[in-house]
């Protein structure tokens, strides 16, 4: 195919005053021969059992809220009134306050501490909220919350509130060494804001159930981010993280129905030195946006299944990888959303098989010999959606993708238009009646786009703007 004829045909039919892109590029799509591969079902967590009422809507009565003030200074004092003041203790140590709760309640915590720690020690049936309303608390010595005993412990962000939770210690003989530690499940709710440091370890430690359905929290972590054992789930909220290591860590391996990531809503963005998500059995996202502004991996989990959402990913080696040594066949099955995907290493990597049925994915495929794309050991099916591959210099397709059903190669000429200043590059997915569904856009000049068509989109443009 000609392309310098499709662009000038273009700069004739599209050179109108006032028009953002004096460059274009239209291919008409056209529907594929659909291709199918038998694929064992994996674990889909379904959204609505993993929340519950009390995650979602917290109800509480003022009068029931017990109130910890933490008065700061040289004398670090601590004030402490309400209903349940009966279960709070507060002992002065070398390593400062430890403010001790020992029974269910909602605590209200605002003022400031330099060092002080708070552990909850209550029944195993007990229900602990952490009501945030303007607190700032650090510990030199111990985690700043250590959750020993409880059902639930609820972290809440009180509205218009700004908190703050950081530890300074390098290690602890307990080996406890995150700024939130839980023994039991912990959920993150509310309408304030909350950030936390650690200097040292981990930002949150659970042996449980990490959810959020709620709040606006950012975690720097010299560590992992989140350590979560049987899963993360996010509803709700923004999470921003920026991690020397993991962002989200769930490690359960060896229960079938744990060791998952789940994402139905809310904005998570993270920045990583390893593996943005790494879930030992599953990651599943069926609505959200999702953006990974730097990592070693942006996904990675024994099979990953996206319904819905968006998700803009960068990763220094595979954008998504399905692989586990508990997995007996991982996969990645894609049935909707938007994925953008820049990686060096694949695009995606299904060690074993790679299933579409729905959705978009753009790829900006990597340049390094032996990272493909469209990676996956056991082979494809592609029954709907579409996945869009900008190829640039040095960008390799395998194989077997070159022989997909419903494959489509366009070359592109760019040589004859001036590249003169920056250039941003875009491709667009425009639908049945006329409207833009989908766009990606680089700086990356591409030479080649490769289309591989489960549901041919109405059309597909191409185009280049300074």
Not at 173 to 188: F, H, P, R
Not at 215 to 221: F, L, T, Y
Not at 386 to 398: D, F, L, P, R, T
Not at 428 to 446: K, L, M, R, S
């Amino acid at each position: 195919m000609n392309y310098r004829y499709l662009v000038s045909l273009a700069l004739c039919c599209f050179l109108i005053a006032g028009c953002a892109f004096s460059e274009i590029v239209v291919i008409e799509g056209a529907h594929s021969e659909e291709y199918e591969l038998n694929l064992i079902e994996g674990r889909k967590p379904e959204g609505g059992d993993l929340f519950s009422e009390e995650d979602l809507r917290p109800v509480f009565d003022e009068k029931s809220v017990t109130d910890i003030v933490f008065e700061g200074g040289d004398d670090e004092a601590v004030l402490c009134s309400g209903p349940n003041d009966s279960y709070v203790e507060i002992k002065s140590g070398s390593d400062g306050n430890c403010i001790c709760i020992t029974g269910s309640g909602t605590y209200r915590l605002s003022g400031e501490t330099a060092n002080s720690h708070i552990e909850v020690d209550a029944s195993k049936d007990a229900q602990v909220r952490f009501l945030l309303a303007g607190v700032s608390i650090c510990s030199s010595e111990k985690p700043a919350i250590y959750v020993n005993s409880a059902d639930t412990f609820y972290l809440m962000t009180e509205a218009d509130t700004v908190n703050s939770i950081c530890d300074t210690y390098a290690e602890v003989e307990t080996g406890k060494n995150a700024v939130i530690v839980s023994d039991d499940d912990l959920v993150i709710q509310g309408e304030g804001c909350l950030n936390i440091r650690s200097y040292a370890g981990a930002g949150i430690e659970c042996k449980n159930d990490v959810s959020m359905t709620g709040g606006n929290v950012r975690i720097d972590s010299a560590d992992i981010a989140i350590m979560a054992k049987d899963s993360f789930r996010m509803c709700g909220g923004v999470l921003d993280i920026e991690a020397a290591d993991d962002g989200i860590q769930v490690s359960n391996s060896e229960e079938a129905e744990k060791g998952y990531v789940y994402i139905g809503g809310g904005e998570l963005t993270i920045s990583s030195g390893d593996d943005a998500i790494h879930s030992e059995r599953s990651f599943t996202m069926t609505d959200g946006i999702y953006t990974v502004t730097g990592s070693r991996e942006a996904i990675e989990a024994g099979s990953v299944d996206i319904t819905g959402g968006v998700l803009r990913l960068h990763a220094e080696d595979d954008g998504i990888n399905a692989s586990g040594k508990k997995i007996i066949l991982p996969y990645i099955r894609i049935s909707g959303g938007d994925i953008y995907i820049d990686s060096c290493g694949d695009g995606i990597d299904s060690n074993g098989i790679l299933y579409m049925d729905g959705g978009t994915v753009f790829i900006d495929a990597p340049t390094n010999f032996g990272d493909d794309p469209l990676d996956r050991d056991m082979g494809i099916s592609l029954s709907g959606g579409c996945i869009i591959v900008a190829m640039g210099e040095g960008s390799v397709e395998s194989y077997s993708a070159m022989h997909l059903p419903g494959r489509k190669e366009y070359e592109i000429d760019w040589s004859s238009l001036d590249d003169s200043g920056t250039v941003h590059y875009r491709i667009e997915v425009i639908g049945e009646n006329g409207e833009i569904e989908a766009t990606y856009e680089t700086e990356d000049p591409f030479t080649k786009v490769i289309v591989y068509e489960g549901a041919a989109p109405a059309k597909i443009t191409i185009s280049r703007q300074k």
